[in-house]
């Protein structure tokens, strides 16, 4: 089994910023990959950004530039640093882990974007 925490979710205003952390314990050594989705009320989930393989990083076409996955393999943690949030950033950001097991996901963050 594997926990997935989320942490970092906040109220900020428009054109803010905001870092996000996700950490993986447990049985971490079949991890592949981890990455963020989102999810706001009556909308679907959708790919935040995420790592794919060794290097490669995947982003949703909202992102434009605005937000940088990073990670630290060591600790099992990824990041996301927010910028220039907009209002339809706001959502429950999730932070999923790719295992030879399956995936796992996280409870969860809030994010609120609003002035």
């Known amino acids: 089994q594997v926990q997935v925490v989320e942490t970092g979710g906040d109220l900020v205003q428009p054109g803010g910023s905001l870092r996000l952390s996700c950490v993986a314990s447990?049985?971490?050594?079949?991890?592949?990959?981890m990455g963020w989705y989102r999810q706001a009320p009556g909308k679907q989930r959708e790919l935040v950004a995420g790592?794919?393989?060794?290097?490669?990083?995947n982003y949703g076409d909202f992102v434009k530039g605005r937000f940088i996955i990073s990670r630290d393999t060591a600790k099992n943690t990824v990041y996301l640093q927010m910028n220039s949030l907009l209002p339809e950033d706001t959502a429950v950001y999730l932070c999923?882990?790719?295992?030879?097991?399956?995936?796992?996901w996280g409870q969860g963050t809030q994010v609120t974007v609003s002035s």
């Open positions: 447990g049985d971490t050594v079949g991890i592949y990959a």
């Open positions: 999923y882990v790719d295992h030879n097991h399956g995936r796992y």
């Open positions: 790592f794919s393989g060794y290097r490669s990083t």
